[in-house]
């Protein structure tokens, strides 16, 4: 913590109560409610409800179908954020490498970010559109018989796909202003030392982006476990049949697509408690780590 | 601050109820695009007939969506007077009988004859209670029906199959040779569970398929029957007389429009779709087939799609206004006229007939097949059925059809599945209702 | 001013590590945008023939029927939901949501890592709590209370529940904390209190995170589906990326949706926040780097 402050009193207080107002009223309170009602079966209409107790997180654990959706989760999320860190850090090394058509490539690579989830959703559904789509026919053409909505891993792949089309850009904004925020005086020190550039990148250049990497790791954990909701709503065309979903399609799914307050809150309730687990875990690493300079 | 601008709102809208003489009332519904266009016709309509009621109807996104956004206004006091709720979350609103008035009910209240006869045999109770009383009224009925491509069937010498045990050995085999995938079909549990079960007079779930009450329902989907079409349909995917694209319903049909597939089972209402579609070839429809191994009497099949609620909590006022748009709505010539523009079936027997004396089904005969399946010979299991949490039961048919169909399981393993999910999702509705 | 880092690999005859940086991007440019280019010519073509087709290689005439379809022509009742119409409240829903959220968010991270506060762990944590948990598990509730303070159909209502989470503040947090403690010390022997101190000193350094958040959020903001949907029922309230959900949906195969029309309308939703992108990146880029120099 900053050891340097101001002492005033009741500014501080002052400037967090439209913050804290905004989360009491739009957050805790439903957030208590839906604990509430993991504790009930409840009629969605509010006539009818019978007091559970566990019953509904009984009946998550003994799910096996909720364990699958669990491990799926975990590797989609794995898969797009390394994926779409990955790849943006390759594009921001490259080009902030190049100095002709640096700012055209800069531009172009900046487009996507622009579009919504479940309009990625869309363009990933003419992509991969069984009869005529364009990836599905370079699949062919490579022997891969991919079907969309059919094969499970088929599907996972698209959605994957689609998830990192979409988030490569935000990334590579952030690691390209990183990289252009290294001194020259590092730079220069770095090409007399290190031999090859893969050394150089990965002794100097890296640790100095790490900061960045970080505050993008936050971003894309989160976007992949909750922000994709869009694009696996539109990829498994609203019927999620055999396909692969998310923790927070499934909670959709049941909660908002068939009623089940009771059994979609608790799914929340885990989801919220995993996430402060995840808050918690991130807050002590970056804390330790990273050191702003 | 806040009772201040309840309060003036409440003042703003008084004057807006006595500066306007017009009864106000909305409808929320889940049309998108032209059927949605469709809708706004409707409306337009109704509100041009007549001086005292005026309607808007307001797009609320898909039918998942509609229903939820309802239950959340109605919760919060703010429902509309009319919405449209599809079939699989018909339980969950019939059960909260508090939530709405019902249709026959409300049109009684005020001065209109309403008889239940008037309607169309399959289309009568599919939203009716255990007495047979109307709760919410039809809108966009549908009934699942068998397309076939007329060429197709010439070229390999034969005729719609009437039964499975034809298609099996005869249509088939023959559409098979003459370069064709014999069929694909776009919504696994509706068109070979639900409507499968009434076509071969088979119950669907215990307690008169869920009509007498949700306390101990019990679905009856592990049997032999149904274990046998499924078993049939792995092995004509085997024999490359079947194929499914997943449960995208556009996947299923675009084969089908594209001449690669012979016969398709789609809605009564794709009709329309189809025929704006410029095919390469002329298609026609008819009934569903029926095991003969499993009756020898084939009865209908009842209605799909959804329907319009009257939501309770509204003034005399606005009730009547409903009651009028009700029947507006009814009337023959908005039925006849939504029929032909969105091949949805007429709902009355005298839309029907409006409709055959125009000779509509001289022009199209195929947009008359889902009435005339709607209207063969009734039994204690075509009435429909009355499930709770019956969106996630479809999502446990569709799972476990996927995996049949992708051979990750064997279909005594996904009955089994489906039972038992079912069963619990069935009992957890029943908790909801006390 | 880069240039000086590569005179080694100038050294040789051939530059083949700059022909792989520019095919690398070359690459990632056309992964990025050539979705969005045939999603581009499904506009120009007919709805039958994208339905049959897909994307071709053909330019068809209907491009300026798609565009004045989508800009002018109402899909509603009313005739008030026209393109036009969807844009400019998608424009206030980001607007109002991007500068809600840094105001706020800044506020309160001020507070949190300036001031000496006796509860300041526990409106940490309370506050970050909220930063993960998205609105889609929570909006029964939300709903009702929206309803219940009047905020249906109206932008309030639209923008402010939407604001119910602590992204920009743990970010601002994290930005605050880089901040040399030196100002702050500083700007103390100044006699420059609190309020100066953020006005004068911290306000300038954060222009370029201010202009990330923008980004951020406004493209947050703008790509909302679910909430929206929900709080309006008035069609002059509907937003675009709703608009575009309106005509894409077909029920059982009665009709063919309008693609072309709903393709135009999803590239005129990607405009505006990449407008947006492309005009404040080359700002905080610029800042970031120049910052540190």
């Known amino acids: 913590m900053k050891r340097a402050g101001f002492a005033t009193r009741w500014l501080p207080i002052l400037l967090l109560l439209p913050q804290l107002a905004i989360i009491a009223v739009f957050f805790y309170w439903p957030a208590a409610h839906a604990v509430k009602s993991s504790f009930y079966l409840e009629d969605p209409f509010g006539f009818g409800s019978s007091f559970v107790g566990f019953d509904n997180y009984i009946h998550l654990t003994g799910s096996s179908e909720y364990g699958r959706i669990a491990k799926f989760t975990v590797l989609f999320t794995v898969l797009v954020t390394f994926f779409s860190l990955a790849l943006a850090l390759l594009l921001a090394v490259k080009a902030d490498n190049v100095i002709r058509g640096a700012k055209t490539y800069r531009t172009l690579l900046m487009w996507v970010y622009a579009v919504a989830p479940p309009v990625a959703g869309f363009i990933g559904l003419l992509m991969f559109n069984q009869s005529w789509g364009p990836l599905t026919e370079l699949a062919k053409s490579i022997g891969w018989d991919f079907k969309l909505g059919v094969n499970f891993n088929d599907t996972a792949f698209a959605m994957v796909l689609v998830s990192v089309w979409k988030q490569v850009p935000v990334n590579f904004i952030f690691f390209l202003s990183g990289l252009q925020s290294i001194p020259k005086s590092v730079r220069e020190a770095a090409l007399i030392d290190a031999k090859s550039s893969f050394r150089r990148f990965w002794d100097v250049t890296f640790p100095l982006l790490a900061p960045t990497g970080f505050f993008l790791l936050i971003i894309n954990i989160t976007y992949a476990l909750f922000d994709t909701f869009g694009v696996v709503d539109t990829l498994v065309k609203g019927e999620p049949g055999n396909n692969p979903m998310t923790l927070v399609y499934k909670v959709y799914v049941d909660g908002f697509r068939g009623n089940d307050m009771g059994g979609s809150s608790a799914q929340s309730v885990i989801l919220m408690v995993l996430v402060l687990a995840l808050t918690v875990f991130q807050f002590r690493l970056v804390e330790r780590r990273i050191h702003y300079t | 601050m806040k009772n201040i601008a309840i309060s003036s709102a409440a003042a703003l809208s008084m004057l807006a109820n006595t500066a306007f003489a017009e009864t106000e009332i909305t409808w929320w519904h889940g049309m998108g695009g032209a059927l949605g266009e469709t ?19 307001v797009f609320k996104g898909t039918y998942e969506e509609t229903l939820t956004a309802g239950i959340a206004a109605f919760r919060a006091g703010e429902q509309p007077n009319i919405m449209q709720v599809f079939d699989a979350g018909a339980a969950t609103v019939i059960a909260a009988q508090g939530a709405t008035v019902p249709v026959q009910d409300l049109l009684e209240a005020n001065g209109v004859d309403f008889d239940i006869t008037d309607y169309i045999s399959g289309v009568r109770y599919f939203y009716a209670d255990a007495d047979g009383k109307m709760i919410g009224m039809p809108f966009n009925s549908s009934s699942p029906i068998m397309y076939y491509n007329v060429q197709a069937l010439e070229a390999a010498g034969v005729t719609p199959p009437v039964t499975w045990e034809e298609f099996e050995t005869v249509t088939a085999p023959a559409l098979k040779d003459a370069g064709y995938t014999a069929m694909a079909q776009s919504h696994l549990p509706w068109i070979f569970v639900e409507n499968f079960m009434s076509r071969n ?28 079409h499924f078993t049939a349909l792995t092995e004509w995917q085997d024999a490359g007389y079947f194929e499914w694209f997943g449960t995208g319903w556009g996947d299923n049909q675009t084969p089908f429009e594209e001449g690669e597939v012979a016969i398709w089972f789609g809605s009564s209402g794709s009709f329309g779709g189809l025929s704006q579609k410029d095919l390469g070839f002329d298609f026609s429809a008819t009934y569903l ?31 009547a206004a409903a009651s009028a748009f009700f029947e507006y709505l009814t009337s023959p010539e908005v039925q006849y006229m939504w029929h032909r523009e969105t091949g949805y079936v007429p709902i009355t027997t005298a839309a029907y007939e409006m409709a055959t004396a125009d000779g509509h089904y001289d022009r199209f005969p195929a947009a008359e097949t889902g009435i005339l ?34 051979g990750e399981t064997s279909v005594d393993d996904a009955f089994d599945a489906i039972e038992a999910e079912s069963n619990e999702l069935l009992a957890r509705f029943a908790q909801t209702q006390n | 001013m880069t240039e000086t880092t590569h005179i080694p690999v100038a050294k040789r005859p051939v530059k083949w590590g700059r022909v792989m940086d520019h095919s690398i991007l070359i690459l990632g440019s056309l992964f990025m945008l050539v979705p969005l280019l045939m999603v581009l010519q499904t506009t120009t073509t ?23 379809a989508a800009m002018f022509k109402a899909s509603g009742f009313s005739g008030e939901n026209t393109g036009l119409r969807m844009l400019i409240n998608s424009l206030i829903l980001g607007i109002g949501f991007a500068i809600g959220k840094i105001v706020i968010g800044m506020m309160a991270a001020y507070a949190l890592v300036y001031f000496r506060l006796r509860f300041a762990t526990l ?121 575009i959900k309106q005509l ?32 404040f990146q080359s700002w905080f880029v610029k800042g970031l780097t120049e910052s540190d120099k």
């Open chain 2, 289 to 319: 087939p029926y095991w003969e191994a499993v009756t020898t009497e084939p009865k209908q099949t009842f209605i799909g799609g959804a329907a319009l609620f009257a939501m309770s909590g509204k003034s005399d006022e606005e009730n």
């Open chain 2, 201 to 228: 007079d088979l119950p669907f779930a215990t307690n008169n398929n869920g009509y007498d009450g949700a306390e101990g329902t019990e679905i009856l989907v592990n049997i032999e029957p149904l274990k046998a």
């Open chain 2, 373 to 406: 399946q709607l209207s063969l010979d009734a039994s204690e299991n075509t009435r429909g059925y009355r499930m709770g949490f019956y969106v996630q039961i479809r999502d446990v048919m569709n799972r476990e059809f996927g995996r049949i169909l992708t």
């Open chain 3, 248 to 279: 894409t949906q077909d029920l059982e195969g009665t009709n063919i949706p309008e693609y072309g029309r709903a393709n135009m309308l999803a590239l005129i939703a990607i405009l505006p926040p990449v407008l947006v992108v492309i005009i």
């Open chain 3, 123 to 243: 409106a940490f944590w309370l506050i970050f709590t909220t930063l993960l948990l998205p609105l889609e598990v929570r909006i029964l509730p939300s709903y009702e209370i929206a309803q219940q303070l009047g905020l249906l159909n109206t932008y309030t209502g639209l923008i402010v529940p939407l604001i119910a989470s602590a992204t920009a503040t743990f970010f601002f947090r994290q930005f605050f904390r880089s901040v040399p403690e030196e100002l702050v010390e500083a700007a103390r022997i100044d006699g420059a209190g609190p309020v100066k101190f953020f006005i004068d000193i911290l306000m300038p350094l954060s222009q370029t995170m201010i202009a990330a958040m923008f980004i951020i959020m406004f493209v947050y903001g703008w790509n909302q589906y679910l909430w929206p949907t929900m709080v309006t029922t008035e069609e002059g309230m509907y937003t675009l990326v709703r608009g």
């Open chain 3, 46 to 68: 007919t709805d039958l023939e994208t339905i049959k087709n897909g994307p071709e290689f053909v330019i068809g005439d209907r491009f300026d029927d798609n565009f004045m």
């Open chain 2, 39 to 57: 809708v706004n016709q409707i409306a337009e309509g109704f509100n041009a007939s007549q001086d005292d009621y005026t309607i808007t109807p």
